[in-house]
């Protein structure tokens, strides 16, 4: 992840363009993507989809013809959607579309005009305040013309046609945590699924502009989604090494909900729970009141709640590989707990099955639960899932009744199926 991660950095992306594409083309290298081009000009709802924007260079000269800031170094340095302009302008002028943080002076900030024509540059506020008066010649070449905005898809078949959606962004410049680390984290988790034998449900992956990705999606997709999406992820802010954050689905009491409550509370990890917000990523177009979809936000640090947050700070140190595997490790923890919380019915559910008569009745095996305080033994779960085997209770509702981990539980459920005493609905 971390790999993908570190060749994803330095290209410029945008909400379209040639950075995009070349993004996609490299996740299409480890998964299959398939890219669908949306035309400039198309109407989505409130929404029109915007000219296309590409940039070659860009840069500020000072009067002895050094490059006192330059596109190539960083390309946070320009306002991204920044139309082209050449020409030489006095510190005064310039100032006017500069921008930095004085609270933050080391750190150049992540700026975007994509609606409004304008041009601008970004630099730390340290360097503003280092600017002499004299004239500085700019040059920014880009070019905004019709084109198209461009989303990638990967989607693997599951027994129903019942969908789990993971949707992250791709329209970040080089940024790390905000962005990148959700597109390598949806392409492992892609890995990690496809591996999976009988995958209950089937899985679609996105991978889209912010904001108006999803809605161009909603827009020609939503019909479909409205219909088969169970559950689904937003994945963002993931690689760096703070305690998880997880914002509900607008329902608040989705499975999902309920899933990712159950993983933390088995994992030893850290997680605070947010309701559901209607500003953040794009849970925020999903769950709009006609779609409605349940889809969470499982993050480590919260966009736009910590420092490095939409500024050059949020880099490759920043992010660590450690970070990353330890989410994965979490989100597949959610991922394997929805394909197992089945309900069950007993084949014949008078009084209990003869448990030694099916070489169950285990004297000696213990299985610890999750904090070793007592040790329950395989015996005492086989009797709560013979008894709750009632079509009514899903493995979670079982699990959570004994204390014990779903995986845990899910290993034994598996080995009543396979004597035919349960049999999942
Ligand atoms: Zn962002």
Same mark, same amino acid.
């Given at each position: 992840m971390y790999k993908l991660l570190k060749d994803l950095f330095?290209?410029?992306?945008?909400?379209?363009?040639?950075?995009?594409?070349?993004?996609?083309?490299?996740?299409?290298?480890?998964?299959?993507?398939?890219?669908?081009?949306?035309?400039?000009?198309?109407?989505?709802?409130?929404?029109? !989809?915007?000219?296309?924007?590409?940039?070659?260079?860009?840069? !500020?000269e000072n009067e002895t013809g050094t490059r006192i800031v330059d596109f190539q170094d960083n390309n946070l340095h320009v306002v991204n959607y920044s139309e082209p302009v050449n020409g030489t302008f006095s510190l005064d002028e310039l100032k006017s579309h500069i921008y930095s943080i004085p609270e933050k002076p080391e750190l150049i900030p992540y700026a975007t005009s994509y609606y409004k024509r304008d041009w601008g540059f970004c630099m730390s506020?340290?360097?503003?305040?280092?600017l002499k008066p004299g004239n500085y010649n700019i040059l920014i070449d880009s070019t905004i013309r019709?084109?198209?905005?461009?989303?990638?898809?990967?989607?693997?078949?599951?027994? *129903?046609?019942?969908?789990?959606?993971?949707?992250?962004?791709?329209?970040?410049?080089?940024?790390?945590? @905000?962005?990148?680390?959700g597109v390598v984290l949806a392409v492992q988790i892609f890995k990690h699924l496809f591996m999976l034998k009988n995958r209950r449900y089937s899985y679609r992956f996105v991978f889209l502009p912010e904001t108006i990705g999803a809605i161009v999606y909603l827009f020609h997709h939503g019909k479909y989604l409205k219909k088969y999406v169970h559950a689904g992820l937003v994945l963002t802010c993931l690689g760096d090494p703070n305690s998880f954050?997880?914002?509900?689905?607008?329902q608040g009491n989705h499975e999902l909900d309920e899933i990712v409550k159950h993983v933390f509370k088995h994992s030893g990890h850290e997680c605070a729970f947010h309701d559901f917000f209607p500003y953040g990523s794009d849970e925020r177009q999903y769950s709009s009141p006609g779609f409605n979809l349940p889809i969470g936000s499982l993050m480590r640090s919260i966009y736009g709640r910590f420092r490095e947050?939409?500024?050059?700070?949020?880099?490759? @140190?920043?992010?660590?590989?450690?970070?990353?595997n330890e989410s994965f490790e979490i989100y597949s923890k959610v991922f394997n707990a929805l394909e197992s919380n089945k309900r069950y019915m007993r084949d014949q559910p008078y009084?209990?099955?003869m448990l030694a008569k099916y070489n169950l009745h285990d004297t000696v095996g213990y299985i610890d639960s999750n904090d070793n305080k007592d040790a329950i033994t395989r015996t005492v779960i086989l009797k709560w899932l013979l008894n709750? *085997? @009632?079509?009514?209770?899903?493995?979670? @509702?079982i699990a959570n009744k004994i204390d014990i981990s779903i995986d845990q539980l899910s290993v034994v459920a598996g080995q009543l199926e396979e004597k035919g005493i349960i049999y999942s609905v």
């Open positions: 330095p290209i410029c992306r945008s909400i379209t363009g040639g950075g995009n594409r070349q993004t996609l083309k490299m996740l299409n290298q480890e998964i299959p993507i398939k890219i669908e081009e949306f035309q400039s000009g198309t109407q989505c709802y409130d929404w029109t !989809i915007p000219d296309e924007w590409n940039i070659k260079e860009a840069y !500020i506020h340290d360097q503003l305040e280092k019709p084109g198209s905005l461009t989303i990638g898809e990967a989607f693997l078949n599951g027994k *129903s046609k019942k969908e789990v959606l993971i949707s992250s962004y791709i329209c970040h410049p080089s940024m790390a945590n @905000d962005s990148l680390s954050n997880y914002k509900c689905t607008r947050y939409h500024t050059s700070g949020d880099n490759l @140190d920043f992010v660590t590989e450690d970070a990353l009084c209990e099955p709750y *085997s @009632d079509g009514e209770h899903s493995l979670l @509702d």
